[in-house]
């Protein structure tokens, strides 16, 4: 597994979590940015933001603006989803990717990402 996502699980309304996305293989090389997503129970993926790997740059969907902080440690090669003050539409199980793409403004589309870890599932109980 290239990516792997890690750090979810069961929090109450208004906690935090920090998610975890390992680059195992070095993806992060060869590639311009990593994106996180989410995809809830019968509904399409939609993008939370992403970090261009090369200058820092971040972006956040308007969904997650003020609640969510994306930041990355290039010694462990990991990128991190810090989430505050989740509510309970934050649940779905989230993932991360890398993309080649880049943009001059925003986060690249979600067809644009081609390599994906595996999700790890976030649960926010009312």
């Known amino acids: 597994v290239q990516l792997q996502a890690s750090g979810g699980g069961l929090v109450q309304t208004g906690g935090s979590l920090r998610l975890s996305c390992l680059d195992s293989?070095?993806?992060?090389?060869?590639?311009?940015?990593i994106g996180w997503f989410r995809q809830a129970p019968g509904q399409e993926r939609e993008g939370v933001g992403c970090?261009?790997?090369?200058?820092?740059?971040?972006y956040y969907e308007d969904l997650v603006k003020g609640r969510f902080t994306i930041s990355r440690d290039a010694a462990k090669n990991t990128v991190y989803l810090q989430m505050n003050g989740l509510k309970p539409e934050d649940t779905a199980g989230y993932y991360c990717?890398?993309?080649?793409?880049?943009?001059?403004?925003?986060?690249?589309?979600?067809?644009?990402?081609?390599?994906w870890g595996q999700g790890t599932l976030v649960t926010v109980s009312s």
């Open positions: 970090i261009n790997v090369h200058d820092g740059t971040i």
């Open positions: 293989e070095f993806i992060m090389n060869t590639r311009r940015g």
């Open positions: 990717a890398a993309t080649a793409v880049y943009t001059t403004y925003g986060c690249p589309l979600i067809r644009e990402y081609d390599v």
